[in-house]
């Protein structure tokens, strides 16, 4: 359900944005840089996932429902 992968995803960039806001602010530990490294990764993969989804759908005219 593409409303559950919007949940996802903001969840995920919350995790960034709270990783970030973080760091500005003062040192973060190497387990909060690894797990912000690790989240960042999954929104640029599902960005690239959901680019290529778009492209197909411009090129064969269908939507196909996204899985993960």
Do not use: C, H, P
């Amino acid at each position: 359900d593409s409303g559950d992968e919007k949940n996802i995803a903001s969840s995920i960039s919350a995790k960034v944005e709270k990783i970030i806001k973080k760091l500005e602010n003062s040192k973060i530990t190497s387990e909060e840089l690894d797990e912000l490294v690790e989240n960042a990764q999954k929104l640029y993969e599902r960005a690239i996932i959901l680019r290529y989804k778009a492209y197909e759908e411009k090129i064969f005219g269908e939507k196909k429902r996204l899985v993960y």
